[in-house]
């Protein structure tokens, strides 16, 4: 058994920035996490990071852009509360080593971004995540607090209506171990793995949503996920919005810009979902190239700017799809990408089950809505990262200590036990694969209620066949089999929530296109969806918006 | 074919069986060397390490030298042809360029960036070809089983060097088959021999040497054979310090690459200089006497 | 876009401390196009034949640095290499687990060694109170400043130098390929204030084992190329620190030899390197060598053109003036 006043699940950008607040805060922290701290999913994130700093930008610029990017349904005190803290973030991570590119003058470049007024996106060439996460790993390096990596989270440990720690299971020494936490903080990043087709890495199975979920706590805003308009054909391996904001164009078969007819005002800055759906549509109607995919073009801006500013893009064209950008266009199409919805949280990070937070896209605070701005999800880390170390280490000052039971340990050793000793079963790589096909083909850019149906059917039918789950590796040392089931169960679960979250929103918004419901329908769906989780699924329950200054408005670009 | 010859230190002092052997094998292909008493030492990587440009700027001399008599430079010295090639390579950026330049003019000499340096191996393999070279061969070293020891400076940085496949190169053993005798395949044949920190951490750099040997044993090499001099320092003159390191003897013969040729093109160990290495090389050659020269 | 396939043999190495005595190659035949990652293959094989392969793997697009493994006896990502050109090579593909880390399970290694050489270098930027970062902005830092970085920031820490490093296998006191470009981005960081001690403390922490073979430039996934910083950072550290061990007073002291004669001075160069002690050590060697080899002892003549050589030392070499 092991005991610490705060345990931070995930050590990505908001789990490091979590601890790192939670240890100023005087605190005993420890790190739990899968992966490397500097294996972590953010490393991946590449275009840039907002904040209004430039002369002609405003603060009230960039939350009147949230706003509108979220298409109504972001919190507007936490949107507001979001973009003030941006520019003393950036800077703070600018003190702590973070590499930035620079402009002639030596102050931080800035880019521009999809549905941004002005350009405000913050970059590091085009590996921005990277850079971020080496500058607060370094910095957290500098801190005492306990990792544990390569440990998998199964259960988020709730008695007497409160948190008292997690179990978790220990990879290298195939054990069950409850770590005790007056406050635990979720930073385990997104199910995006739900998906096949995805920018995500293969590890972004939403353990600790699944495990909140599981523990009591309310998953807001499932539904909405965002589509990234440009993910490389067959890898779906990420291309930037960055390659856009540099000057990048997106052509059809006809060779046709035909973001024109979309959003004639930013054509191919178009907040995501637009121009997701635009592709989607040129596809549909034909003027996709076969495949089908449509054109990224970046040759225009010649081999130096491209080189210098997208260095990593040229070599993932190069390495995974044989093109160079210099001389080729890009074939690319529409991938999943980020999770709006998660964990619900205030601004502090608390969710409903006290001293249980979280942070980072696992959260929903939410600042997205039903739509993410580019650049807005690595602040977001940083932001409430610290917000929920800040609450954690505050929760923990004040809390009794937890209490545990030689139960919590015993039944998920029990659970795993029994997928071992199953001498006949299914896999978990089959549920898996079987469970992105159904969200692939029927839970897509554009919503159809049959196709829901079916899509919930097919999941609901996935759960029944997950109870025989087998874990054909027998051994104790570092089975990653164990893992694949762990995981393959909680995306199960978040598929269900996010199907059910669909059917249930009888609207279009953001990145929720329904097709029989084309329009936005403030009067009945300007709200949060909340889930909890019932005997038999999610049970949904709905939460009010909050605004400040912003009226709803028609959103065009 | 005529050629600048650049034979470095080495082959001109402690290593001369280096220099006797490549001037045997070039009079015997008809390949003219032409001797420069003005070249200096390439900096054998430890100046670039003390001075960078000053590194660029002795090169540059060397190369100008070449290109002022209109001929191309040979090397025999896998260290000395990374040197040299490293400044070329440096010399294309206008900066180092302007700054050597500024070095050179006052002495009279100016450099275009126009003289190639090739190793012997190259001018073996690529040059002169290996089907040419086999129908020269006299004497095939049958049944002997060599393991080729390229040297880094001749393959890396593969980006400068502009060389063939740096981890997984072919020539050296496609020239020892045009020999006759067999290649051994073994990972230690592109690693380090050591020699950089020879006189830094010896047991280390002697360390290093000897699991090369060793990989080249295990692979069933009866002897190695080397382009570079400084690796054979390494993997010859300090062979008895390696078997201290790894713990037990190697008795593995070291040929410098035109010693090799020069076997198999009927030159004998004496013309080769073979006598005078660390390491007896009798076994190995008693292995191919079996093939009488035609005398 | 269908692609043709290819069938194509794979050896992979498997090793359960706690189960197997002993290491095996299992054998599998995947049908594959050319373009194929070999991660990607490999998780073909754990879905299809063998859930039990083991391996660390997760972004499969070159940035999270955790798939590094040996293919074909080369330090590579797995989600970055294709199978086709290692199979027109070598017939087959064949992965192993890195070097140099020891093997934890199949394709997993125990990194710890690895963490350790990296923390060791202190990697984290260094402020001075005296000295205060711009309250409310950001360092300037100049575009000119940040290529000084070079690639360095584009480190993704996936190890595959450090396996392919012979002084990480010969030497536990040298820090590795990684550990030392990382080292080079804090020296060259203008936020830094610690750049010149770091210098002064690397010099005997293991600078001078670096063999500059270049395997690690050849091995990095992200063309960081350590060695070409390795190279930078004993530059400077001569520069910092002058020559306070073995290494940089060879170095060094092989290039005033060269001044002297424009070619080297082989006996001298034994002689400005060693102390009387360690030259002393080295008498019995040397007899050995002198024995076959006389002219390692002989004064070389100057070259021709010596003149030419020393006014370039006078115009480039700054310790030319103490001469």
């Known amino acids: 058994m092991h005991r610490h006043d705060v345990v931070v699940v995930g050590a990505g950008l908001a789990g490091q920035r979590a601890a790192l607040a939670a240890i100023e805060a005087k605190s005993d922290v420890a790190i739990v996490s899968k992966l490397h701290p500097l294996r972590s999913h953010s490393g991946a994130a590449q275009g840039g990071i907002n904040a209004a700093i430039g002369k002609e930008d405003s603060v009230d610029t960039h939350i009147y852009d949230t706003v509108k990017g979220s298409d109504y349904l972001g919190d507007q005190d936490a949107i507001e509360f979001f973009c003030r803290e941006a520019g003393p973030t950036v800077i703070e991570m600018e003190h702590f080593g973070t590499i930035f590119s620079r402009a002639p003058d030596g102050s931080l470049a800035r880019r521009p971004f999809g549905g941004a007024a002005f350009p405000r996106t913050i970059y590091a060439a085009d590996r921005t995540g990277l850079a971020l996460l080496q500058g607060l790993y370094e910095r957290l390096g500098t801190e005492s607090f306990t990792m544990y990596d390569e440990w998998d989270l199964t259960s988020v440990v709730v008695h007497e209506?409160?948190?008292?720690?997690?179990?978790?299971?220990?990879?290298?020494?195939?054990?069950?171990?409850?770590?005790?936490?007056?406050?635990?903080?979720?930073?385990?990043?997104?199910?995006?793995?739900?998906?096949?087709?995805?920018?995500?890495?293969?590890?972004?199975?939403?353990?600790?949503?699944?495990?909140?979920?599981?523990?009591?706590?309310?998953?807001?805003?499932?539904?909405?996920?965002?589509?990234?308009?440009?993910?490389?054909?067959?890898?779906?391996?990420?291309?930037?919005?960055?390659?856009?904001?540099?000057?990048?164009?997106?052509?059809?078969?006809?060779?046709?810009?035909?973001?024109?007819?979309?959003?004639?005002?930013?054509?191919?800055?178009?907040?995501?979902?637009?121009?997701?759906?635009?592709?989607?549509?040129?596809?549909?109607?034909?003027?996709?190239?076969?495949?089908?995919?449509?054109?990224?073009?970046?040759?225009?801006?010649?081999?130096?700017?491209?080189?210098?500013?997208?260095?990593?893009?040229?070599?993932?064209?190069?390495?995974?799809?044989?093109?160079?950008?210099?001389?080729?266009?890009?074939?690319?199409?529409?991938?999943?990408?980020?999770?709006?919805?998660?964990?619900?949280?205030?601004?502090?990070?608390?969710?409903?089950?006290?001293?249980?937070?979280?942070?980072?896209?696992?959260?929903?605070?939410?600042?997205?809505?039903?739509?993410?701005?580019?650049?807005?999800?690595?602040?977001?880390?940083?932001?409430?990262?610290?917000?929920?170390?800040?609450?954690?280490?505050?929760?923990?000052?004040?809390?009794?200590?937890?209490?545990?039971?030689?139960?919590?340990?015993?039944?998920?050793?029990?659970?795993?036990?029994?997928?071992?000793?199953?001498?006949?079963?299914?896999?978990?790589?089959?549920?898996?694969?079987?469970?992105?096909?159904?969200?692939?083909?029927?839970?897509?850019?554009?919503?159809?209620?049959?196709?829901?149906?079916?899509?919930?059917?097919?999941?609901?039918?996935l759960q029944t066949r997950y109870e025989r789950v087998r874990v054909v590796d027998s051994s104790k040392s570092y089975n990653l089999n164990l893992t694949d089931a762990l995981e393959t169960g909680h995306m199960l679960d978040l598929a269900e929530a996010i199907v059910v979250g669909a059917i249930a929103r009888t609207e279009s918004r953001g990145a929720h296109s329904r097709v029989d419901f084309p329009k936005r329908d403030d009067a009945n769906w300007m709200r949060h969806t909340l889930a909890t989780r019932g005997p038999s699924g999610p049970v949904l329950s709905y939460a009010p918006v909050t605004y400040t200054r912003w009226e709803p408005k028609e959103r065009v670009y | 074919m005529k050629l600048a010859y650049y034979p470095g230190c080495v082959a001109q002092e402690s290593g001369k069986e280096l220099d006797m052997a490549t001037r045997w094998v070039c009079r015997h292909l008809g390949i003219e060397l032409v001797d420069f008493p003005n070249f200096s030492c390439c900096g054998s990587g430890f100046i670039d390490e003390a001075n960078s440009i000053l590194n660029v700027a002795l090169n540059a001399r060397n190369l100008a030298i070449a290109e002022r008599a209109g001929l191309d430079l040979l090397t025999v010295c896998s260290t000395c042809q990374g040197m040299l090639t490293l400044a070329n390579r440096r010399l294309e950026e206008p900066a180092t360029k302007a700054r050597v330049d500024g070095v050179l003019a006052p002495l009279r000499l100016s450099y275009s960036g126009k003289t190639k340096v090739t190793h012997l191996l190259g001018v073996l393999v690529d040059t002169i070809g290996v089907d040419a070279l086999r129908s020269r061969v006299v004497r095939p070293l049958q049944g002997l089983k060599v393991g080729a020891f390229y040297g880094c400076h001749l393959l890396r940085p593969q980006s400068e060097m502009n060389s063939e496949s740096a981890e997984e190169p072919h020539s050296f053993e496609d020239l020892i088959s045009a020999l006759g005798a067999t290649p051994v395949l073994y990972r230690g044949r592109v690693m380090c021999c050591g020699f950089p920190i020879l006189f830094v951490k010896e047991p280390t750099a002697n360390r290093i040497a000897g699991r090369q040997i060793d990989d080249a044993k295990a692979h069933g090499a009866d002897a190695m054979a080397t382009p570079c001099p400084l690796c054979h320092i390494s993997l010859d003159s300090f062979q008895n310090k390696a078997e201290h390191e790894v713990g037990h003897s190697l008795d593995m013969p070291v040929f410098h690459l035109p010693q090799l040729v020069g076997l198999a093109l009927g030159a004998s160990a004496e013309e080769l200089g073979l006598p005078r290495h660390l390491v007896a090389t009798d076994a190995a050659l008693a292995k191919v006497a079996r093939v009488a020269v035609p005398t | 876009m269908a692609a043709s396939t290819t069938s194509t043999p794979f050896e992979v190495y498997r090793f359960d401390p706690s189960k197997d005595s002993a290491p095996r190659y299992d054998r599998f035949t995947l049908d594959l196009p050319a373009h194929t990652p070999v991660l990607t293959a490999l998780l073909k094989i754990r879905t299809e034949n063998d859930p039990s392969l083991t391996l660390r793997y997760s972004c499969r697009s070159a940035i999270c640095g955790s798939c590094a493994m040996l293919i074909n006896s080369k330090s590579r990502l797995a989600c970055q290499t294709p199978v086709g050109p290692e199979l027109a090579r070598h017939g087959k593909i064949v992965i192993e687990p890195m070097r140099n880390q020891p093997v934890v399970r199949d394709l997993v290694v125990d990194q710890k060694p690895f963490w350790d050489r990296y923390r060791k270098i202190e990697p984290f930027l260094k402020t001075d109170a005296r000295d205060p970062m711009p309250v409310g902005r950001e360092n300037p830092m100049t575009p000119e400043q940040v290529d000084r970085f070079h690639e360095t920031p584009r480190c993704i820490a996936c190890a595959a130098c450090y396996s392919a490093c012979p002084a990480v296998e010969a030497d536990p006191e040298f820090p590795g390929p990684m550990a030392l470009a990382k080292l080079y981005r804090f020296v060259v960081d203008p936020r830094d204030k610690d750049s010149k001690n770091r210098l002064v403390r690397i010099q005997p922490e293991g600078l001078w084992l670096c063999l500059r073979c270049h395997l690690c430039t050849e091995a990095c996934p992200k063309d960081v190329r350590p060695s070409e910083r390795i190279r930078d950072l004993k530059e400077m550290a001569i520069a910092a620190a002058g020559v306070s061990e073995p290494g940089s007073r060879h170095a060094v002291g092989f290039k005033d030899n060269i001044a002297e004669a424009g070619i080297l001075n082989e006996f001298k160069l034994v002689r400005q390197t060693y102390g009387p002690m360690d030259l002393l050590r080295q008498l019995p060697q040397g007899i050995k060598v002198a024995r076959k080899k006389p002219e390692i002892l002989k004064k070389p003549d100057p070259i021709e053109g010596l003149d030419e050589v020393r006014a370039i030392y006078k115009a480039l070499d700054p310790d030319a003036e103490d001469r």
Do not use: W
């Not at chain 1, 592709?279 to 990224?296: A, D, K, M, N």
């Open chain 1, 161 to 461: 209506g409160r948190c008292q720690g997690i179990v978790a299971f220990d990879r290298r020494r195939g054990s069950f171990e409850e770590i005790a936490a007056k406050s635990v903080v979720l930073a385990t990043g997104p199910c995006g793995r739900v998906y096949g087709r995805t920018t995500n890495s293969h590890t972004s199975t939403g353990d600790g949503i699944a495990a909140a979920y599981r523990a009591g706590a309310a998953l807001k805003d499932m539904e909405f996920v965002q589509f990234h308009p440009t993910a490389l054909l067959e890898s779906s391996i990420l291309i930037t919005e960055g390659a856009r904001g540099e000057g990048g164009i997106l052509k059809n078969v006809n060779g046709e810009r035909f973001m024109a007819r979309y959003a004639p005002h930013v054509l191919d800055l178009a907040s995501r979902d637009v121009v997701s759906r635009a592709i989607i549509t040129e596809v549909r109607e034909g003027r996709g190239f076969p495949g089908p995919y449509v054109h990224l073009e970046l040759m225009h801006l010649g081999k130096e700017k491209i080189e210098s500013r997208l260095q990593e893009i040229c070599d993932f064209c190069r390495t995974f799809a044989g093109i160079d950008p210099v001389t080729q266009p890009i074939p690319v199409m529409p991938a999943q990408h980020y999770m709006m919805g998660g964990i619900g949280t205030n601004i502090r990070g608390e969710t409903n089950i006290p001293g249980l937070l979280a942070a980072g896209e696992a959260a929903c605070v939410s600042i997205h809505g039903a739509n993410r701005l580019g650049g807005n999800s690595l602040l977001e880390t940083l932001v409430f990262g610290k917000q929920a170390g800040i609450a954690a280490a505050e929760h923990a000052a004040r809390a009794p200590a937890p209490s545990v039971d030689p139960a919590d340990v015993a039944k998920d050793a029990a659970t795993v036990d029994a997928m071992m000793r199953r001498s006949d079963g299914e896999e978990p790589q089959h549920l898996r694969i079987a469970m992105q096909a159904a969200m692939d083909s029927k839970v897509g850019v554009f919503r159809l209620p049959e196709e829901l149906t079916a899509a919930l059917a097919d999941v609901r039918a």
